[in-house]
Nanobody, 126 residues
């Protein structure tokens, strides 16, 4: 069983900021590809941001410049700092663990996610 506990969600006004986090146990967040996903009613779960084995980061176009993904190996915690929040950012945010994100000779295997923790709800409204 993969142990991931998300927290920090809540209700904020547009333009506000929020930091959510995901704490792991039994393994370390710095040893895997890690990502944040979000899901809204009627839509498929989408990748918001991820951080790879070489600490490379990826952000969805909708959040680029506003969100920052990071991790702290000592605290064994993954973070997502969310600034300038918009109503469209509303959703259930979940952290995920994956593998890959490394070169094998000339072949690059991208991060692939297959383990998800329980999410934390983020609601942006006036």
């Amino acid at each position: 069983q993969v142990h991931l506990l998300a927290s920090g969600g809540g209700s904020v006004q547009p333009g506000g900021s929020l930091r959510i986090q995901c704490t792991a146990s039994g393994w370390n967040v710095s040893d895997y590809c890690m990502a944040w996903f979000r899901q809204t009613p009627g839509k498929e779960r989408e990748s918001v941001a991820d951080i790879g084995r070489y600490d490379s980061t990826f952000y969805a176009n909708s959040v680029k410049g506003r969100f920052t993904i990071s991790r702290d190996s000592a605290a064994n915690t993954l973070y997502l700092q969310m600034n300038s929040l918009e109503p469209e950012d509303t959703g259930l945010y979940s952290c995920a663990r994956g593998d890959g994100g490394a070169w094998h000779g000339t072949f690059y295997r991208p991060c692939q996610y297959y383990d998800w923790g329980q999410g934390t709800q983020v609601t942006v409204s006036s």
